[in-house]
């Protein structure tokens, strides 16, 4: 493709997105604020800071749209820059806070990323239907998901193919 209509359509994603980006952004990074006074927050009070902010966007004027834009960029990132999806921003910082809370066990496995995927596919399917009267069931639901994604223990079998990759890796 040519870059020049690259950088076209990269401008008119970068104006429909930075609006709505921006406003998920303070929401979520006030609840990592909250969050991080806890005493001891659990794995759902994280989940909620990922899912929350960004479900709220489905009664924002455009953020239907948004929504569905950032699940296709978190589907595939590298067409797109991890910059411009918040890596960097707020849903950067969820991730770190993720991983400090997640077992062990699932910290080398890419579990945050796939509960950004989970959350902003299932909000963007969620944009793309008629809304139902039930919006506090499906966020609870999409949080229980969530959670369930982050805690999940692993498997023997995974554990076992987790070590077979670290032994390559350090002879490597």
């Known amino acids: 493709m040519d870059p020049r209509g690259r950088d076209a359509r990269d401008k008119l994603v970068d104006a429909v997105l930075e609006p709505h980006q921006l406003e998920n952004d303070a929401r979520r990074d006030s609840l990592l604020v909250e969050l991080e006074t806890r005493e001891s927050p659990d ?57 400090r809370r997640m077992p062990e066990s699932v910290s080398p496995l890419h579990r945050r990323f796939a509960a950004m995927q989970l959350c902003f596919s299932e909000l963007a399917r969620r944009a793309s239907t008629k809304r139902r009267a039930d919006h506090r069931l499906f966020v609870s639901d999409l949080i229980d998901l969530t959670t369930g994604l982050l805690a999940s223990p692993v498997s023997k079998e995974t554990e076992r193919l987790l070590r077979e990759r670290e032994s390559k890796r350090s002879k490597a």
């Open 43 to 99: 794995l759902r009070d994280v989940a909620s800071v990922l899912v929350r902010p960004s479900a709220a966007m489905l009664q924002v004027e455009g953020g239907k749209t948004y929504l569905r834009i950032m699940a296709e960029l978190i589907r595939a990132p590298e067409r797109f820059g991890r910059d411009r999806f918040g890596l960097r921003g707020s849903l950067g910082r969820w991730a770190m806070t993720a991983k």
